[in-house]
């Protein structure tokens, strides 16, 4: 039997392996939540490699010798899973910023050249889908919380100041920009922010600008912003972009995504303040390159699906990183990127402090949003675990996993056919796209699948969204696993609609503003948005259609139309409107056509709402 190396005790094994254990005791190694051993517990080098490195929890997934030293071992604990990572925090400082140009264009027909990008990026859609499965928990689903409040969905005119939302305004910007839908992606990813007049909102594969608060709109060109100057790393623009506005600083940011060359890719960061960008034909900005071998030395990598939050004192950013070599490409670590929001005020040399997790656990980190001194983000560590972290502005360093029990989910698989029987939901999966701080807790929520009839199993018929609800106070508490109540857990689901790809962020009244995707057979995929709010100690959600959409996403494909594709999401990108105590935007994406066989047109919408106060509300809410 092959031992540790000699010398070589579990205690040695890379950062927090011994934190917080699990156990090989029956058919899982989830739930065992006693403090490591002392002295540390020499285990045999293979058992421990095939069962923590590999993750294969189970022995059914073990051959016969394995099997046997499973049961060998079956009283000892295992330091492993979701806390067995290579860790590791460092910090640099950046050079000042250079400077970038971003040429305004006022609305017009896209060129040759911008309808070959469109083609090519519509083509490599398919390839740019790269979720990690999240292990099954090895436990039963409760029907306990089948009786969780079904969310509330109203018709959607102008003012519903009786239901306790008040949409403001519903604004086309790929309208007033003179955009064609037709180069739109469907898998749309829209994100806004708004500093005073000034409204800047990025999409797959484009962004606008406006400087009258929304009365018109005029184009920018993401893919041009990796020509002037060129990225070093890289093919050029790819996707994903987000923007940020930090108020305290007037500062707004534009995270652009660079395409995976073999070599890495390269994430541009454009900030400036808002005073700065002057009406004109360009737009100056201030522009730091970011890639993964110039942050962490991680040669041959590329960062992908990036979330974006401020603290008091930093600007915060998470990354998914995956190997450029692989094919498909295989997940690497996730990093977690911090930057001095006064020193990026200033256009100076501003710090730059990360944490990697090599961990899978680690996949997707979801950051949460909220005017805070920390900032928490988390991830599965399977379908009945989440795993929570936490970095404070005064921390040098990450805190470690806190295990929070949730009740069982579905891993998404599609489902919910639009009315013309076509599918919009073939790239769901759980990566937990919402995270919020208000009050003293913290929320989380993710997409699940539905969950049928059956023995012991909840009745949840369709795609929904779950919600998980912390009290901040037990993170910081010690107990090794928090388990969360039915009333921390308020999930919207519908009997009638598939709910997914939800948003969220607190307004400065505490209500927690909620923006997402439905649809179903009655309804194309359509834009909701609400709020969440505590009411005599229950969470209540209550929603209202804010854009309707006329059809099912399709992709162009070699002999045509796809329209069975169903390519739709990946997150939305809510914010708390800073002009107002109660009142959120965001941007959503809706299919305009009602051809299935014709090449999609999606329209990208501005949607400014507020809420009501609960003692102005005058209606109970519907079903």
Request: hydrophobic share 35%; net charge negative; with cysteine.
């Amino acid at each position: 039997m092959t031992l540790l190396p000699e010398g070589e005790t579990m205690a040695m094994l890379p950062e927090e392996t011994h934190t917080k254990p699990c156990i090989a005791v029956g058919p899982s190694l989830r739930d065992f939540d006693a403090a490591p051993p002392d002295p540390p517990i020499t285990l045999p080098y293979f058992v421990y490699r095939q069962l923590c490195s590999e993750q294969n929890f189970f022995p059914s997934k073990l051959g016969p010798t394995m099997r046997f030293s499973f049961l060998v071992t079956s009283i000892i604990v295992l330091l492993c899973t979701a806390n067995s990572v290579s860790a590791q925090t460092q910090e640099t400082t950046l050079p000042a910023p250079g400077t970038i140009s971003v040429d305004v264009r006022p609305p017009q027909k896209p060129s040759a050249e911008q309808i070959t990008r469109y083609k090519e990026k519509a083509r490599l859609l398919e390839e740019h889908d790269v979720p990690v499965q999240t292990l099954a928990a090895a436990i039963p689903f409760s029907s306990r919380l089948s009786n969780n409040r079904v969310a509330t969905i109203k018709p959607r005119p102008q003012s519903l100041f009786s239901d306790g939302i008040n949409v403001k305004d519903q604004i086309d910007t790929t309208k007033l920009a003179g955009m064609d839908y037709h180069y739109v992606s469907t898998v749309a990813e829209p994100s806004a922010a708004v500093a005073g007049d000034k409204i800047l909102i990025a999409f797959n594969w484009g962004a606008v600008w406006s400087t009258d608060r929304g009365k018109s709109f005029q184009q920018l060109d993401p893919f041009s912003l990796f020509d002037q100057p060129h990225a070093v790393v890289g093919r050029g623009f790819c996707c994903d972009q987000l923007v940020f506005y930090d108020k305290p600083r007037d500062l707004l940011i534009w995270l652009l995504q660079g395409s995976d060359g073999g070599d890495g890719n390269t994430v541009r960061l454009l900030f400036a303040k808002s005073t700065d960008l002057t009406p004109g034909k360009q737009l100056q900005w201030h522009v730091y390159d970011l890639s993964p071998a110039t942050i962490g030395g991680w040669t041959g990598e590329w960062f992908d699906f990036p979330d974006m939050t401020t603290t008091n004192q930093n600007l915060i950013i998470s990354f998914n990183l995956f190997s450029s070599a692989d094919d498909p490409p295989e997940f690497r670590r996730s990093a977690i990127l911090r930057l001095s929001l006064d020193e990026l005020a200033n256009y100076g040399p501003t710090r730059l402090t990360f944490q990697q997790d090599e961990c899978k656990c680690a996949f997707s980190p979801r950051l949460t949003q909220g005017n805070a001194s920390t900032v928490y983000w988390a991830t599965h560590e399977d379908t009945a675990t989440l795993l929570v972290r936490s970095w404070s502005d005064g921390e040098t360093s990450a805190k470690a996993r806190q295990r929070v029990k949730i009740e069982p989910y579905q891993y998404p698989s599609g489902g919910a056919e639009g009315p013309n029987g076509k599918p919009w939901l073939a790239r769901l999966d759980d990566r937990i796209t919402a995270g919020w701080i208000a009050d003293g807790h913290i929320g989380f929520a993710w997409n699940s699948g539905p969950i049928g009839d059956g023995s012991g199993v909840a009745r949840y018929p369709l795609p929904h969204i779950r919600v998980a609800i912390i009290d901040a106070s037990n993170l910081t508490s010690g107990s090794p696993m928090i388990h969360l109540s039915e009333s921390s857990q308020p999930h919207i689901w519908s009997s009638a609609y598939a709910f997914a790809y939800a948003t969220a962020a607190p307004s400065q009244s505490g209500d927690i503003g909620v923006g997402l995707y439905f649809g179903g057979r009655t309804k194309y995929p359509s834009a909701a948005v609400g709020f969440l709010r505590s009411v005599a100690g229950e969470w209540k959600v209550t929603l209202t259609v804010a854009v309707e959409g006329q059809n099912t996403p399709r992709c162009p494909d070699s002999s045509g139309i796809d329209n069975r594709c169903g390519k739709w999401g990946d997150y939305l990108a809510i914010k708390s409107d800073p002009s107002t105590s109660n009142g959120w935007y965001l941007a959503v994406a809706t299919e305009r056509d009602t051809d299935p066989n014709q090449q999609p047109q999606i329209a990208v919408s501005f949607i400014p709402f507020r809420s009501t106060p609960q003692s102005a509300i005058a209606s109970p809410q519907g079903r």
